[in-house]
């Protein structure tokens, strides 16, 4: 086995390598799941941010928030943070949501 779990000071858990290339490997996987996980996060914010605007009814607010959520749930599917159908799925119900919005 290529890798040993140890937990360095106040980390989660960390794999030590025995090979060169799979360390390298380690420390790349690293950086894209830091990578990975803000964009996440960053789409969420987005998400929520949609739907405070939509539960206090500002319907200004809701549509500016509508184009960031989208296009942050686009780009995660682009780059297969999500499935596309997720991302579509997601797209559909903040839609609705805007569509319901505007016609009260």
Avoid: P, Y
Wanted: glycine share 0%; proline share 0%.
């Amino acid at each position: 086995m290529a890798f040993a779990t140890i937990r360095a000071r106040g980390e989660t858990l960390r794999n030590m390598a025995n090979i060169k290339s799979s360390a390298k490997r380690a420390q790349l996987i690293e950086k894209t799941t830091i990578k990975n996980r803000s964009a996440k996060s960053l789409m969420k914010t987005n998400i929520k941010k949609f739907e405070a605007a939509v539960n206090e009814e500002k319907q200004d607010t809701a549509e500016a928030a509508f184009k960031t959520a989208v296009k942050t749930v686009d780009r995660a599917a682009t780059k297969k943070l999500i499935h596309k159908n997720k991302a579509a799925r997601r797209k559909s119900a903040m839609t609705k949501k805007l569509n319901a919005l505007e016609n009260k």
